[in-house]
């Protein structure tokens, strides 16, 4: 167990909808970043925030959007969603905004799109 | 593009036997290579980082880095059918260091 949680564990929406998903970092951690990841694949970056700013983003449009709070949780939502948002969404805890630190996953949210 | 490569696999092994799992990356400049594990249905677990060329060992596991040739790789000793997992391999590229960059992972079966 890594110490991050993620919330809620399966969440089932409807094309057009929008969604908040929830992460809680691990204990002494202030970095946490969000990933994508499709069947098969390996996760993708979305974006990465670091004491409350967004601290590097990959090629994700701007509906996709972050937040993190003052106890270093955050939050990733998604607007408009589309079907090919279905996914498992990943979020990474570390310690610092450096480059090379090492990540710890949280369990995941599967988000099916419908 | 940067760009990390696996074989997709399946690679299958016997149980007690060296499982070998390789990954390239394209760019010459990248510093931190990690391996995670991750099972079906659950999320990806860290079990190597390495930063140095060379070799870096861990119980049953052994990474190998050669920046030169832009390698990786993984090696699991002794492996067990609780070995059977997909790994991933994932680094962080010069230019863009806070993210993790993955490869499309290799689905590793260890026979009882």
């Known amino acids: 167990e890594t110490g991050v949680t993620q919330s809620p564990t399966h969440l089932i929406k409807t094309r057009g909808q929008q969604v908040t998903l929830r992460c809680s970092s691990q204990s002494g951690h202030n970095t946490v970043s969000w990933y994508q990841q499709a069947l098969g694949q390996g996760p993708q970056f979305i974006f990465q925030y670091y004491r409350e700013e967004e601290n590097g983003r990959g090629n994700f449009p701007p509906r996709f959007s972050g937040l993190q709070f003052p106890n270093y949780s955050s939050e990733l939502n998604v607007n408009a969603l589309e079907l090919d948002d279905s996914a498992l969404y990943l979020c990474?805890?570390?310690?610092?905004?450096?480059?090379?630190?090492?990540?710890?996953f949280g369990p995941g949210t599967r988000l099916t799109v419908t | 593009q940067k760009e990390v490569e696996q074989n997709s696999g399946p690679l299958s092994v016997p149980e007690g036997a060296i499982a070998s799992l390789n990954c390239t990356y394209s760019?010459?400049?990248?510093?931190?290579f990690f391996w995670y594990r991750q099972y079906s249905g659950k999320s990806p677990e860290l079990i190597m980082s390495i930063y140095s060329n060379g070799d870096k060992e861990d119980g049953r596991f052994t990474a190998q880095l050669n920046k030169a040739s832009q390698y990786v790789s993984l090696l699991i000793r002794d492996s067990q059918p609780s070995d059977s997992a997909t790994y991933l391999c994932a680094v962080t590229f010069s230019g863009s260091a806070r993210q993790l960059t993955f490869g499309s992972g290799t689905q590793l079966t260890v026979l009882p």
């Open positions: 990474a805890s570390s310690l610092g905004g450096q480059q090379g630190r090492e990540q710890y």
């Open positions: 760019d010459r400049g990248s510093q931190s």
